[in-house]
């Protein structure tokens, strides 16, 4: 804005400065028009000095002639002055219509020159707007820098403070794990002392190791005859074992059964020759759910992972913990024997680790990447391992290499693995309301399981396989339980009436006679 009044000079000089040449090209016109005047009165004095000439002296010829050739002249140079002003009004006329011109252009451009300033000046503020906000968010980038720094070493802290937290919360499992030991030996030497006070009321009292006796007992291998998958049809008993879900539920002894759910306790059952349980005992320690069971008959060993991050191991006989294990950082999915030692464990944390029992810790942890849902190994003792993940994918384990052999992608998340009593086959229940066989040895899908109204009841839903593979069962949302041939893929029953909640887990007697299922709602249902 502040250039307008020196452009404004400038274009008033430039007026200025043209015409006084218009006026300096002007003056030979003048000079032409005071010529043709004083040629005009040259030539009427000319003429009259003529006729007085002619009066006074009509014999001086000579003189006319002269006089002649001047006027003819003068006409000539009449005639080039008239023609040099035509001219010049020519090139008036072009000047005028040039300044008009330049007016219109000059006018033009003030007006441009006008929006060029007013368009500089808003340019201007957003510029300043725009360093003003740079500035701000260069600050404030600052700021969050040092928020950040301050927050990596605060996690940095966190994560010493959490390893710390870990070893002290697996010392002081042990240490609870050996007071809960010594108080059970307190209660059975009491009781014992009561025993050899009062025989009869320890007779109308059975005591607690006579029950463990009779559990140890009931754990001894028969010699019972498996003569061959028995499909069953009857409901025998329905009974409330557990507050809540019963997330997993576990064949002991052909007449013994345990149980797992979100009430944090661990229950033994027996059934009776009617098929009606009997509770036994119950295992505590666990401070979240229970959410998978594994037995091993040779050192009378059940096995129970836990949503607190934990594994714990009891003695049946002796009904005492026998160790905590700690080292994963989320809920525990499952947790499997292998090897007779050692026993794998799987977890939403997406790590797998492999422990040994004797020396109480971990021996080697691997990760797939993905949630771990459930973990199964051979039944022949060998080295390999299977696992069921989020990501669809079941992975097969030498748990001598830390990445996985191979794997094969399911049709929906893996959420239990229950493998064949040929060590070759698994049987995988998916999210997508499918079970699948897979051969291990060339990790390929053999048959595919599914009926209309099944639908998989959780993301934990556990399957069954029978002992001799004849049949596959799983249990549905809608509470019915559904059971198909392996061979031939056909649905050859649905069991229904027992349950009114979503089905969570099914177990399949080893005598090949007997079917337990449990739901979201307390009960678990022996079918016969």
């Known amino acids: 804005m502040s250039d307008e009044p020196s452009t404004s ?87 005028k219509s040039s300044l008009g011109r330049v007016t219109d252009e000059r006018d033009k451009l003030k007006v441009d020159h006008a929006k060029l300033c007013a368009r500089i000046a808003d340019l201007e503020v957003a510029l300043k707007n725009i360093r003003e906000e740079n500035e701000s968010l260069r600050d404030e980038w600052n700021a969050l820098k040092t928020l950040s720094t301050a927050q990596q070493k605060k996690i940095l802290n966190l994560e010493h403070e959490q390893l710390r937290l870990i070893n002290k919360v697996k010392e002081l499992n042990e240490q609870r794990a050996l007071k809960m030991n010594m108080e059970i030996e307190n209660q059975a030497a009491l009781q014992q002392r009561r025993i050899q006070e009062d025989i009869a009321r320890a007779i109308a009292e059975p005591m607690k190791e006579e029950r463990a006796r009779t559990i140890s007992t009931a754990s001894e291998p028969t010699n019972d005859v498996n003569y061959g998958d028995m499909l069953p049809s009857q409901l025998m008993s329905r009974t409330e074992v557990n507050e809540g879900d019963v997330m997993d539920v576990l064949w002991l002894h052909p007449e013994v059964f345990a149980t797992a759910g979100v009430d944090r306790m661990v229950k033994l059952f027996r059934l009776d020759h009617n098929g009606k349980p009997t509770k036994l005992c119950a295992l505590t320690g666990s401070n979240q759910a229970t959410t998978r069971l594994d037995y091993l008959p040779d050192t009378k060993s059940l096995l129970a992972a836990s949503n607190d991050h934990n594994i714990r191991l009891w003695n049946i006989d002796t009904q005492q913990s026998k160790c905590t294990f700690s080292g994963h950082t989320d809920k525990v999915t499952s947790a499997r024997f292998h090897q007779g030692n050692h026993f794998i464990s799987g977890s939403c944390d997406r790590s797998i680790k492999m422990w040994d029992l004797r020396q109480q810790k971990i021996l080697v942890s691997f990760f797939p990447g993905s949630a771990v849902y ?46 064949a009593s040929d060590g070759h086959n698994v049987l995988c229940s998916t999210r997508d309301d499918t079970l699948s066989l897979v051969d291990i040895r060339a990790l390929r899908i053999v048959h595919n399981y599914s009926a209309e109204q099944y639908h998989t009841s959780s993301d934990f839903s556990r399957c069954s396989i029978s002992p001799t593979m004849e049949y596959c069962v799983a249990g549905s949302s809608n509470g019915s339980i559904f059971i198909w041939n392996t061979h031939t893929t056909k649905l050859e029953k649905c069991l229904t009436r027992g349950h009114d909640n979503p089905v969570l887990a099914v177990s399949w007697n080893f005598t090949g006679k007997g079917l337990l299922s449990s739901d979201r709602q307390k009960h678990v249902v022996y079918w016969s």
Not at 62 to 72: C, H, N
Not at 78 to 91: F, S, V
């Open 9 to 95: 000079t400038d274009y008033r000089q430039e007026i200025l400065t043209r015409l006084e040449q218009r006026n300096d090209k002007l003056r030979l016109v003048e000079r032409l028009f005071s010529n043709y005047a004083l040629l005009v009165d040259d030539l009427a004095n000319a003429r009259i000095h003529s006729a007085r000439s002619r009066s006074i002296n009509t014999s001086n010829s000579t003189e006319v002639q002269v006089l002649r050739e001047e006027m003819t002249e003068l006409y000539r140079q009449k005639n080039k002055n008239d023609q040099d002003l035509i001219e010049a009004n020519r090139k008036l006329t072009e000047t």
């Open 374 to 419: 459930d973990v199964t190994a051979e039944t022949n003792g060998g080295s390999l391992f299977l696992t069921g993940h989020f990501d669809k994918k079941l992975r097969l384990w030498d748990g001598r290499d830390s990445q996985p052999i191979n794997y094969v992608d399911l049709g929906g998340k893996i959420t239990s693995l229950a493998m």
